[in-house]
């Protein structure tokens, strides 16, 4: 429901604008009716009046999901609990935006596991990524190029700082350790570079030939670097869709290409997909206690992994030494930059709360 103000048909705009001038003073105003925020804004002689969606509103635009309404301390559970909400999670998406409940895809004969090459064409690298939600390209960059792109994060990893809002740490028995760079464009040219390479933009654009990379905002272009042993908040990120903390109305079909820089293993820490998990939702803690086919991929230094937001996927803890680094460039629909401003992310409600995630984990 959306509040529509009540009002004459016709309103003469000189009283209108005598009535506004009594406010000058006393700012817009804004008025709270259940879960429906209405503000009257003076502007010169007239008023704009904005209906803005309040929190149920929002969870049924898939504009954020429960755990984004959980974190920002939007939600008020009176019986019952978020295991409770998040059973429900399946019916209310189906009923609120038509995701079916996940079924095994048909993956018209397509490998899984296949890699590509930065020479199939274009439709048989769309072809793969729309089947299966992913896409394992091998050799788009040259080791010299992978090189170069560890020395510019090593320059980056030596300025970060806990709380400097520009990474991410999590605690381990060795103290705090970087796990990730967030906005990295912004302080590297070399990186910068990377980020704006033709080569990505072919594969960012098989959706949607428009789609943009935002360096400012969206945490921008990110490094992870994966920590091994026991670690305390999110390097090793659970199963998760990239629009799991919300937006997914505003930022899907993005697809986020990882750069591998050193490559990956179970042991330095890979990525795990479930194939064709897109467009669909799982059960709650669907990875204890059913048989979903899951993938893993491993990559050489310079292969890029393609995904699209809301394929189911997982980053878990390293099995050896950790360490794999990967640079993610994301391609969002040129609309995003209509919802989010420069320095504003979905991940800005768990970065710097190690211990408020830790728990939920
Ligand atoms: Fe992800």
Known sequence: MTLAPARPADLDPHALATAVADTRRAGSLTFLVGNDVLTYRADGGTVTETAEPGAWQDLVAQLR????????NALVFERGGFDQLAAWDR???????GFPPYTAPDLQGRDPGATLTPEDDDDELRAQLETM?????RGLFSAEEMAAANAAVDELAAQASKGDDESWWVGTDDGDQLCRLVYSTLR??????????PRLARLGRLLDPDAIVTPDRMEGSAVLIKVPGQTQGLSNIPWHQDCGMGGHAI????????????GSTAGSGN????PGSHGQTLPYQWHSRSDVPVVEIDTAP?????HVQDVMHASPKPTGAGGRRTMYVTFYPRTLLDHV???QAFNDLVRNRTAEVATLV
């Open 65 to 72: 999901t429960p755990i984004n309404l959980l974190l920002s």
């Open 271 to 274: 990525l795990l997909m479930v």
């Open 302 to 306: 310079g292969d890029v992994t393609v």
């Open 133 to 137: 939600g992913y896409l394992h390209v």
């Open 91 to 97: 019916v209310l998406r189906y009923l609120h935006a």
């Open 341 to 343: 401003g420069p320095g």
């Open 251 to 262: 930022l899907c079909p993005a697809v986020s290409i990882g750069i591998q820089l050193t």
């Open 188 to 197: 590297s040219e070399a990186l910068r570079r990377l980020e704006q390479d």
